[in-house]
């Protein structure tokens, strides 16, 4: 048989073997004519005859006839395009386990399809159904199917993968009995599956469901060399294939946007790439997080922390009374360098410790006290950088001689310090390559830097391991040692141009933008963690959106770097004091090994073409050869002029239009362009559709309400109302939509959010109703409250203002103080006006823009209050007696204002324009 081809009835194509009979038949009549001599056949020599018959059929009519007759039999086998498996289902119940990882999010709406069309399936055949999450394990409780099959709509991947104690409590809470098990597999391989997967076979029969997709993770940046370097890694090597790292964060005016994006190219059957993102340091101190476009996952996002954000560095100079020379003063340069990447700090060394900066340096600091020595190295301990320059102070102290400083890389040799002195050169020396491994590896040292003067370090079995940077003698010129989580720099000559040209070069720039870096690029230790809080500041969830943590609790040190992610460490930044850490989805380490599952363990893939019949198809091309046939046979037979052949040719290809099925497509087409002109035919006011029945029922009788109210009092007159699906529907023919808020509504996929901002940009407006103003005022109090800021993160609005007392919204039609629905009292919140908005002189309100605000939100449950049923009653009561008739006439004309603002804009505002204008015309 051929792959991915079936028949209902293969028996009947046996009639296939019945052709070359057919063939002889045919051949056989009519029969041949028989020759005879007749003498009077002499008289006709030379006459035409316009009818003619041939003696034979021609051999291509037969093959037309052959392939009609093939054609109907295979058609009546009932040939099947990708056959799906019918498997008799077993008469116990069904279990299905599901990973629920990041890693199956790229596909999670596939897979929702997949876990719906097996519920509904296990719904016809009456078996009751569990559902069991491996990242959140609870005691499954068999139900019917159309139970489980309606809280699929707030399933959601987490953003971690189950760990070994997740598993084993998996295991611990398997319901006892016999039954089947669906296991929807993310496809990666962990510790703990083989066990699970044996525990599940003493119950049942198990089967797989698994993408065929490689999944991709980005690694957690680092910076290095001047650059971020990123790093992005799949399960599977398999094509060659590009992929876009986007760096996302904040502009200067505040505002959410790409920054920076870098393409990386994964080569055919490599596993991973890795490549530099080069940002200036401003522009790096604003990165939040790198995503992989395209990519609807927490392991395609990696989370920017302290090694990305803008430094803090203390400049400390041990005397500085120059008497106004600025260029000889030994912050001059460091100044100079450090301005446009780092916040620079000034004080005394213990005033500038509790604001515990990123670098502390001494130019030319000797001498430190007790106090100073203890609070340094306490500092440098816990992750700082000290970064020390050498000057006259230093080379004329004791400070390192006869054992090494506590807070020096190195010890120093005593002798000469200056030019002239042992340490002098017949001519300055210049710089050597850097070392592999050093901070300043990949920076090419200039030969116009030049050294006259340094300080020695004494030879000493460690000083090769602490030498980051040397003269091309090999005398060392930077050296490093670490202390704690923390490091020492010393600088062996002066911050200045008196020893070294180097502070009058780029190098020395750059040079100290590595070692700022440097400064955080480690995490610190867990044990120096140990006794702290981080607070979480911003979470990933499944799907790789960022979500606010404020309500989180927050998460001992010793566990921030070092426990698993889960319910109570979820991956995200966490803060503690001023210092930033983030947590990965995906470490540095990770190895995203795909699963391998038993040869005895079916496997089935997520996405299966659909299942198409064939016969309908056939049969038309065997009608359509069979017509083909009748005009060749009149043609071969001279029975048809040119004129009817034409026409004939005509009427078969008429037929065959018109007999082969139309496709999927233009139905899809015919039903777009339906709602297309059903849609832009008269205004329509459109409600969004969020899944829950009875609120889309409420949404859809308000917007029939507020359509009667504005047919019968303005000139609109509005067609009936629609619900819109996100996902399928265009928005650009709505002027209106009215979104009602539920915990459990799904959340708009990355397309539809990209259609909602095209809608919000191009003059739409939103009116976002949380409906709980009798308990919650506006924010995230309630859970309508939390669910409007997960779904409006995305979109672009712009800031809001509860609605001002001189806003077009209180006189776009009737004059109004307050916006009720069924609930009073509750803020409306619309689009602030610009600060530079003031009264004119002799008017009542400002001078606003021409634009109509993108969005209104409130929770005052204005649908319900507009309700009506198709013969004009109020579906829903309001208030109490007269007050509440009062009340919903007052919504009935907010809705009213809401809509006369959408279609005309501030034209009211205008207004202040008159005087002006009068006074023109009057000149």
Known sequence: MIPGLAFTAPWLLLGLAALPVLWLLLRAVPPAPIKRRFPGVALLLGL???????????????????????AMIVALAGPVLNPQEKRAAPDMPLLVVLDGTWAGAAGWEARKQVLDRVLA???????????MRLTTPERPEFQAAGAVQSRLVGLEPQPWQPTQEMTDAAMSLLPDGRYETYWMSDGLAREGRSRLLAALEQHGPVRTYESGKPTLALMPPQFKDGAVQLRARRSVGGRARDIVVAAHGVDPAGVPRVLARQTLGFDAGAREVSGAMTLPAELRARVERFQIDGERSAGAVALGDDTLRRREIALIAGQDNREGLELLSPLYYLRQAL?????????????????????????????????????????????????????????????????????????????????????????????????????FTGLKP??????????????DPTLADRVIAQLDDGTPLVTRKHIGAGQVVLMHVTATAEWSTLPLSGLFVRMLERLSAASLTSRPDAEALEGQTWQPQRVLDGLGRVQDAATLPGVAGEDVLSAPLGPDLRPGVYSSADRYIARHVVEADADLTPVTWPARIPVEGMEKPPETPLTGHLLSVAIALMMADVLASLIVSGRLTAARTAAGVFLLCLMWGGAMPAPVRAQAEGGDDAFAIAATSEVVLAHVLTGNERVDDTAHAGMRGLSETLFFRTSVEPADPMGVNLETDELAFFPFLYWPITPDQPTPSEEAYAKLNRYLRSGGMILFDTRDADIAGFGASSPNGRKLQELAAPLDIPPLEPVPDDHVLTRAFYLLQDFPGRHPGGDIWVEAAPPDAEKVEGMPFRDLNDGVTPVVIGGNDWAAAWAMDERGNALFPVGRGRGGERQREISYRFGVNLIMHVLTGNYKSDQVHVPALLERLGQ
Not at 48 to 70: E, G, I, K, N
Not at 121 to 131: D, K, L, M, Y
Not at 368 to 385: F, I, M
Not at 446 to 459: I, T
């Open 48 to 70: 035409s005859d316009d009818d003619t018959v041939t003696d034979r059929t021609p051999w291509w009519l037969l093959l037309l006839r052959m392939l009609a007759v093939a």
């Open 121 to 131: 399936e296990a719904g016809r055949n009456s078996r009751p159904v569990a559902i």
């Open 339 to 439: 301005a446009p990447s780092a916040n620079l700090l000034d004080g005394a060394l213990m005033d500038v410790l509790p604001a515990n900066p990123d670098v502390i340096i001494l130019a030319d600091v000797a001498k430190l006290s007790q106090a100073e020595q203890e609070g340094l190295l306490e500092w440098v301990e816990k992750g700082g950088l000290l970064l020390r320059f050498a000057g006259p102070r230093l080379a004329a102290s004791e400070v390192s001689r006869k054992e090494e400083d506590a807070l020096m890389p190195v010890r120093l040799r005593a002798g000469g310090r200056s030019v002239g002195g042992a340490m002098s050169w017949g001519s300055p020396k210049s710089l050597a390559a850097f070392p592999k491994g050093s901070p």
């Open 446 to 459: 200039p030969e116009d830097v030049k050294v006259s003067a340094q300080v020695l370090a004494q030879p």
